[in-house]
């Protein structure tokens, strides 16, 4: 075995998490116009890399909202960047300019409803205007594409969900890792005091000490 070579031993016999390339789309016309310093992808960073335990390569995107310069960002995210999973914040109300969920669905081959349902039920418990929300989701080949509200502090609510609460809500990102699984992309992991993913038993290949 060379020096470089981790010893099957430091975790338990267990491969290394696998590297995981995460795209991350902020949909903002006044962050994109620099009015205001856009938190959506510092957010996204954040939440996703307490979460997960996989290393990660983010390609990241800050667009107004304009359907095609949403929808070329996330094509090229998933058919030239190669990635497994994006992440959009922003864009999915009521207004006029709200295209995000018009734009994701345009590069989508199928769309993932229950993400968007699940979030609407996560967010009613923030604010009484979650039901304004039009987010949803789509699978483009192998990557699962995720819209987001774009209020920053939103995105770890719905990612998260209010597990501990009665009754329990849980956030969408449970559900990710094995959509992920499905569709051909690396096994996620994540760490369980930031967001318990679910498997059912016969998916799960091992799990960490
Ligand atoms: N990228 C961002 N960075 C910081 N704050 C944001 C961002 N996107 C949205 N917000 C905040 O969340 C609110 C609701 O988000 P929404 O996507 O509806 O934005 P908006 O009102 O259409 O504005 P804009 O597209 O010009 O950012 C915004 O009014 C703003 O206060
Ligand atoms: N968790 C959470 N979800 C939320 C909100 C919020 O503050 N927290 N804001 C709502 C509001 S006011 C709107 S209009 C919609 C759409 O937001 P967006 O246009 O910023 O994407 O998300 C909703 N979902």
Known sequence: MSPDTPSPSCNGGLPPPASVRIGLVSVSDRASAGVYTDQGIPSLQAW???????????????????????????????????????????????????????????????????????????????????????????????????????QPKSIAETLEGLPAATPPCPGIFAAVPYCIDLIGGPYLETDAAVCKAFRPKTAIRWTRP
């Open 48 to 150: 996703l890399g307490k979460a997960l335990l996989n290393p990660i390569t983010w390609v990241t995107r800050l667009v107004p909202d304009e359907v095609p310069q949403i929808s070329a960002a996330l094509q090229a995210l998933v058919d030239e960047e190669a990635c497994d999973l994006v992440l959009t914040t922003g864009g999915t109300g009521p207004a006029p300019r709200d295209v995000t969920p018009e734009a994701t669905r345009a590069v989508g081959e199928r769309e993932m409803p229950g993400f968007g349902e699940q979030m609407r039920q996560i967010s009613l418990r923030f604010v009484p205007t979650a039901i304004l929300s039009r987010q949803t989701a789509v699978i483009r080949g192998k990557a699962l594409i995720l819209n987001l509200p774009g």
